[in-house]
């Protein structure tokens, strides 16, 4: 340890000190740890994506096998899968993973270097690889590997407190540090993502040349220091804190600006800070798909211009919703804003949750807001969920999120517990010298009402902010991309043991500070009646059409219920009623309304969670209807 680490001035409660209960995230958070995670070893296994590393290593003969971005995969299901080491104990998933770390360890050459698609054959590698190590960084994802190697590093360190993996890790961070820098190879990777895992590396080992490798790396970008800049596709046109709106691959993007709001962090730097909260204003006020998703474009999978948001042709990929996911959590730990907490909360729910399978075993790589039954979307150019693709990087992705969902619901500040997802389950919350345990229980998203038992050991004063979410405050999003088409007065309210609380909002919060003691009862309802939504009129693709919300849940009409369904029309008059099925899709609340069809006769339907849509065969599907 080098000294102090600098961190957020807002902590997450750590996900190995929350427990998930109740039936809407429990199974499925069961499901990736039993299924998804065999799955994708099983997988990576039978495409060579592990052998790779035995070939590297000596242990087997046989050419590089599949993309060279393919260890990316294998390091990201090893991080997952440590998470689920981390939720209960399991001896034969450790085995297996020793087993893989020894094939990595044995990959690795002696001077750190690990990128199987080099080490196999260095004299004739895969042509994107470049002739020699560090010449194709804007192609070749020779360091963005290595990030989701330090993150699945470090995430094996923290379940087992093994250094087999951590080791070899730091290995390839020294390296790297060696070879970059002011004085020596300037370039950045094409493909973000080791700024935030050199951040973490940061944490976990107290070094500060990892945080200020990944200060250079971003630093660099934009910048033309000897070397050809790649352009806007990879956010490699301006310097970091001059650029100002979303530009290229969105995924990319989200990850660099996830990385950038650890920089403000960690680095207490003014610059990052307010470039991060201005491209969050590009993002979230003209770039958010309502499913919240982003990445408008099939063309280089890229954000489009301003108010760009197409409904069948939009491309929302999965991997993109979950760099939203990461970005916003961490813009709220800088700020202690909820309007962060509001997006990470639609793109959870929607666009990220939509791209897992209930089977935990298919897969949306692209999330449309609508399919003609024609048009072939995903990224293998099917128009169902897939057991998997070529580039695997969503299936692979998913299961770093869901084991460690726990961990973005509580947070803690100064004196002050966060919370931010309404979940059941249960806390154990250390806030300076108090321990405070959190029991939550309600059936959210299906219902509004959320029962919260709040017990201290000893008396203790601090603050506890109820997120209120944008939805019960009358818009969908904090600021004017989509707005609510009808009005609803019902308010939310608060009660402390039986008695109601004022409703007094700051920073998207309502607080309730006072002398904790023993066990408190707080009750909080949040309204969630069926809501109209409509786009900014800019947003060309959307004019004249009309969503369905309910709470957090985007609606969508399939024709597994309804026949033809991008022939109809909404009228505003419609009646519009929800009911819980329990037999329907893992049970869902759905919406039931009339619309009219293109002959004008009027014609019942049946709107479904967007999440849930394509489990029933292929068929038309939208989100968005004509107002009429």
Known sequence: MTGEIRDY?????????????????????????????????????ETGRIDNFAKAGGLMAGAHEGIFYNDSDVFKVVEGAAYALQNAADDELER???????????????????????TIDPDNPPEPCGPVRWSNLRVNHELYNVGHMYEAAIAHFEATGKRNFLDVAIKNADLIDAIFGLDKLRDVPGHQEIELALVRLYRVTGDERYLKLAKFFLDERGRANGREVYGPY???????TEQSEAVGHAVRAGYMYAGMTDIAATMADADYAAAVLTLWENVAGKKLALTGGIGARHEG???????????????????????????????????????????????????????IGMDGRSFFYVNPLACDGEFRFNRDKELTR???????????????????????????????????????????????????TIEQ??????????????????????????????????????????????????????????????????????????????TSRINLRLPMPIRRVIAHPAVADLGSMVAL????????????????????????????????????????TVIHGEATADDGMSRGFKAIPYYAWGHRGVGQMTVWLRRG
């Not at 990879?234 to 970091?240: A, G, M, R, T």
């Not at 004063?461 to 004017?480: H, I, Y």
């Not at 909404?570 to 519009?576: E, V």
């Open 96 to 118: 297996y993973l020793d087993d893989l770390i020894g094939k990595f360890a044995a990959a690795q050459e002696d001077d750190g270097y690990l990128y199987t698609a080099r």
């Open 386 to 436: 897939q057991p998997w693709f070529r580039t695997s990087c969503c299936p692979t992705n998913i299961v770093r999120l869901l084991p460690s969902l726990s961990g973005y619901i509580y947070a803690c500040g100064d004196r002050e517990i966060f919370v931010n997802l309404y979940i059941a389950g249960k806390a154990n919350v250390r806030l300076g010298d108090t321990n405070v």
């Open 9 to 45: 001035p807002i902590q997450p409660v750590p996900f190995t000190r929350v427990k998930i209960q109740g039936s809407f995230w429990k199974p499925r958070i069961d499901t990736a740890i039993k299924v998804t995670i065999p799955y994708d070893f099983e997988k990576c296994e």
């Open 234 to 240: 990879c956010q490699d046109h301006l310097p970091v």
């Open 301 to 355: 999978e890229a954000f489009g211009e301003d108010y760009e948001l197409p409904n069948l042709t939009a491309y929302n990929e999965t991997c993109a919703a979950q760099a939203n996911i990461l970005w916003n959590q961490r813009l709220f730990l800088l700020t202690g804003e909820a309007k962060y907490i509001d997006i990470l909360e639609r793109s959870l729910y929607n666009g990220f949750l939509a791209g």
């Open 549 to 588: 919300e309910r709470g957090p849940l985007v609606y969508a009409l399939e024709a597994e219920d309804n026949g033809s369904v991008l022939d109809l029309a909404l009228p505003d008059s419609s009646q519009l009623d929800a009911s819980f099925d329990p037999d329907l899709l893992d049970g869902v």
């Open 441 to 518: 229980r309600t059936d959210y998203p299906w219902a509004g009402e959320i029962e919260i038992d709040l017990t201290v050991a000893e008396p203790a004063t601090f603050a506890l902010r109820l997120r209120l979410p944008s939805f019960a405050q009358g818009q969908p999003l904090p600021n004017d991309l989509y707005r609510y088409l009808d009005d609803f007065n019902e308010a939310v309210t608060v009660k402390v043991d039986g008695d109601p609380m004022p409703i007094e909002l700051r920073n998207g919060y309502t607080e309730i500070s006072r002398s904790w003691s023993g």
